[in-house]
């Protein structure tokens, strides 16, 4: 059974930074490719960021040169650096799993953490 568990999440005033970290459990994270999606509420959920088992990242243009995804294979682990925080930028954020190659589309990744929460305050 593979789990994801989200962690990094809080509070932070606008400018700030904060790091989420997807540690998968049950199988090989090198196996998938990972995205981050974020939801705010009263909203539909957003593509951040993915990354392929090769490393290659993509991301969506708000969030380019202030997020950075990486991966470290050996940790199990998927981590989203966020930088410049804009109120804009709170949601609850997902880390997600997909055997298609990094989409965009929320419906081609089949497996998902619980969501950690990022707030920006202005």
């Known amino acids: 059974q593979v789990q994801l568990i989200e962690s990094g999440g809080g509070l932070v005033q606008a400018g700030g930074s904060l790091r989420l970290s997807c540690v998968v459990s049950?199988?090989?994270?090198?196996?998938?490719?990972m995205g981050w999606f974020r939801q705010a509420p009263g909203k539909e959920r957003r593509f951040v960021a993915a990354?392929?088992?090769?490393?290659?990242?993509y991301y969506a243009d708000s969030m380019k040169g202030r997020f950075t995804i990486s991966r470290d294979n050996a940790k199990n682990t998927v981590y989203l650096q966020m930088n410049s925080l804009k109120p804009e930028d709170t949601a609850l954020y997902y880390c997600?799993?997909?055997?298609?190659?990094?989409?965009?589309?929320?419906?081609?990744?089949?497996?998902w953490g619980q969501g950690t929460q990022v707030t920006v305050s202005s």
């Open positions: 049950g199988r090989t994270l090198s196996m998938y490719d």
């Open positions: 997600a799993a997909t055997p298609l190659g990094p989409t965009v589309v929320p419906e081609d990744y089949n497996k």
């Open positions: 990354i392929r088992w090769s490393g290659r990242t």
